[in-house]
């Protein structure tokens, strides 16, 4: 009996447009035998997703970029991702199965899984695909590096590591549409300690904000905002705010509303003066060493080298 990697393998490998690979759960060593017969002229995109959560349980690993790296192929994360899909030129595979090789049958005892094809140009999954790219961003090196030194820094500590590698019940969802809504980020450490007296006002959306990022129990001060930092960074805001500031050196509230705009956020739910003076204080208190606030206007700037 042919397992689902094998089905994989042939849709991929027969492609020479493009080839897609889906799926929030990706393991280095399955992603490599799923692009071994794929050619090496065919551009390559591949979407999952990096909750530090998923990392820390085992179900994804960040050796899946370097193999990216190594093929050319485009690497896309989106924090909410769910589904998983696979597609070669006009045919696609959807299903349950992610990359890894228990769901691909490549390992015993296997996953029960499924996946079944589709007509790509089926109008469903065309809307499905332009959905899935403009809620996602571009995986950086400095993404990756981030994530590795927060999993360097926790084991130093006694943090609770998620064991349970069920994607329904990992913690933290940052949808694509994520916009930092606490004026004092400060004070979600000691929310999340539960060692604050802010208001009940002041407390719920704190609260809801900790259960998107999902950090687990056990963080220090420095790891928490280690946490905060390698999340945020894979929202479509934070990402293009970074990839503005690091290539233009700044990001001002013009620039800033032209972002707000690309990402389908209106004037009527954040202006981009309120919104610039909290990435101010978000970014320069989650990531110090590398944005601070210029003093002579309201802006986002690269930190000075010490």
Not at 194 to 214: C, H, N, Y
Not at 240 to 266: C, M, R
Request: some cysteine; charged content about 30%; proline content about 4%.
């Amino acid at each position: 009996m042919k397992t689902l990697g094998e089905d994989v393998v042939s849709l991929l490998s027969a492609a020479r447009e493009n080839a897609l690979i889906v799926a929030p759960f990706i393991r280095s060593d399955a992603l490599g035998r799923v692009l071994e017969n794929v050619r090496d002229d065919t551009p390559i995109t591949i979407v999952t997703r990096w909750r530090p959560s998923d990392i820390l349980a085992g179900a994804s690993d960040l050796r899946v970029y370097d193999i990216a790296e190594a093929r050319k192929a485009q690497l896309y994360l989106r924090h909410d991702l769910h589904a998983k899909f696979f597609a070669g030129d006009n045919k696609c595979l959807v299903g349950s199965a992610n990359v890894t090789l228990s769901a691909l049958g490549w390992r015993n005892p296997s996953n029960f899984e499924l996946l079944i094809p589709i007509a790509r140009n089926a109008d469903h999954i065309v809307e499905f695909e332009k959905e899935l790219l403009a809620g996602s961003v571009r995986a950086r090196e400095e993404q990756k590096n981030r994530l590795e030194e927060l999993f360097e820094r926790l084991r130093d500590l006694a943090v609770a590591v998620p064991k349970d590698k069920n994607e329904e019940k990992a913690v933290g969802l940052l949808p694509p549409s994520w916009i930092p809504r606490i004026r004092n980020p400060e004070e979600l450490y000691t929310v999340y300690r539960g060692e604050s007296d802010v208001s009940r006002s002041a407390l719920r959306p704190m609260q809801e904000t900790l259960a998107q990022i999902g950090a687990v129990s056990g963080l220090d001060e420095e790891g928490f905002r280690a946490w905060v930092a390698a999340s945020i960074s894979q929202t479509p805001l934070i990402a293009k705010v970074i990839q503005h500031i690091d290539s233009k050196g700044q990001v001002t509230e013009s620039a800033l509303g032209e972002v707000l705009v690309e990402i389908g956020v209106t004037s009527e739910e954040f202006r981009a003066r309120e919104l610039l003076e909290m990435l101010e204080r978000w970014m320069t208190y989650f990531l110090p060493a590398r944005y601070e606030t210029a003093r002579d206007s309201i802006k986002l700037i690269k930190a000075k080298e010490v």
